[in-house]
């Protein structure tokens, strides 16, 4: 499926953004949705997922209580919607699709949830989200 991940740009500490993903004439209910981000030099990390079966979230500690994916059914695209952005935050956003019904999320050695991007063949191109003052 070829998604487009879109929303992205320059936004101050502590402000909010929300980014959208969306394969056209496709029905992204048909699958789990995740985002990661990639900052510069670094892996990629997950930051997000969606749940194809029953619409269950999962998130990061790094960015539990900051940020929420949900569905949008009228704009047939699947948001994240991210609150107080910290400079940390800066990346390119990438949103990512697999067939499964359930995230496969994974408990961490720190009792961290995180995802494995090799679970994901689905990707759309990434869209930039700087923060800075």
């Known amino acids: 499926v070829q998604l487009q991940a879109s929303g992205g740009g320059l936004v101050q500490p502590g402000g909010s953004l929300r980014l959208s993903c969306a394969a056209p004439g496709v029905t992204l209910d048909d699958y789990n949705i995740a985002w990661f981000r990639q900052a510069p030099g670094k892996e990629r990390e997950w930051v997000s997922c969606?749940?194809?079966?029953?619409?269950?979230?999962y998130y990061p500690n790094a960015v539990k209580g900051r940020f929420t994916i949900s569905r949008d059914n009228a704009k047939k695209t699947v948001d994240l919607q991210m609150a107080y952005l910290k400079s940390e935050d800066t990346a390119v956003y990438f949103c990512?699709?697999?067939?499964?019904?359930?995230?496969?999320?994974?408990?961490?050695?720190?009792?961290?949830?995180?995802?494995?991007?090799?679970?994901?063949?689905?990707w759309g191109r990434g869209t930039q989200v700087t923060v800075s003052s």
């Open positions: 990512a699709a697999d067939e499964a019904k359930l995230c496969k999320v994974l408990i961490t050695p720190d009792l961290d949830l995180d995802i494995r991007k090799e679970e994901y063949n689905s």
């Open positions: 969606i749940n194809r079966s029953d619409g269950r979230t």
